[in-house]
T-cell receptor, first 111, second 111 residues
């Protein structure tokens, strides 16, 4: 089945650790996105990539890093520089300006 | 600057009432797409509709309808004869090569 897979679904991180969230798509979409959602809040754009080996900062990129070495993969690393990383993270992909399809999300908790 | 504005934070209705969600967007591009997504309690975002900037025809899909007016930069969403299963957070989004979301409107339908 075509779709977007995010893993893990739940992730716990100790303070000071880097963690990487996985996002894989088999929809052959060029564009991929990472969003952060806090309780009762909307989606804020962290990073996006319109093409392989290229990506741009979104509205809240500080403390995060990404790579886009393959079309189907867009992993997000939450670094120790991100002071408040506990949130729900959503990955999406789209064809250009078309509709984005989302993964099921990863809930990250700092313990 | 906020590109997508959903002025209503929460709407509560009784089953079978109609509910309209407002969305106002801002972009300098002439080519763009607008979307509505539904986020049920499970957290996954469900794509509802896409509308491109050159198509101002209103659309109806079952109990859902959308009203796109470029003159007022609005893309409003109406649920007719609401049902309890419609309870969710609804997001309006704009893609002008950067997919931006509004803050969301929480809809609660009471039996």
């Amino acid at each position: 089945d075509g779709g977007i897979t995010q893993s893990p679904k739940y992730l716990f991180r100790k303070e000071g650790q880097n963690v990487t969230l996985s996002c894989e798509q088999n929809l052959n979409h060029d564009a991929m996105y990472w969003y952060r959602q806090d309780p009762g809040q909307g989606l804020r754009l962290i990073y996006y990539s319109q093409i392989v080996n290229d990506f741009q900062k979104g509205d809240i990129a500080e403390g995060y890093s990404v790579s886009r070495e393959k079309k189907e993969s867009f992993p997000l690393t939450v670094t120790s520089a991100q002071k408040n990383p506990t949130a729900f993270y959503l990955c999406a992909s789209s064809i250009g300006t078309g509709g984005a399809f989302f993964g099921q999300g990863t809930r990250l908790t700092v313990v | 600057a906020q590109k997508v504005t959903q002025a209503q934070t929460e709407i509560s209705v009784v089953e079978k009432e109609d509910v309209t969600l407002d969305c106002v967007y801002e972009t300098r591009d002439t080519t763009y797409y607008l979307f509505w997504y539904k986020q049920p309690p499970s957290g996954e975002l469900v794509f509802l509709i896409r509308r491109n900037s050159f198509d101002e025809q209103n659309e109806i899909s079952g109990r859902y309808s959308w009203n796109f007016q470029k003159s007022t930069s609005s893309f409003n969403f109406t649920i007719t004869a609401s049902q309890v299963v419609d309870s969710a957070v609804y997001f309006c989004a704009l893609n002008d090569y950067k997919l931006s979301f509004g803050a969301g409107t929480t809809v609660t339908v009471r039996a």
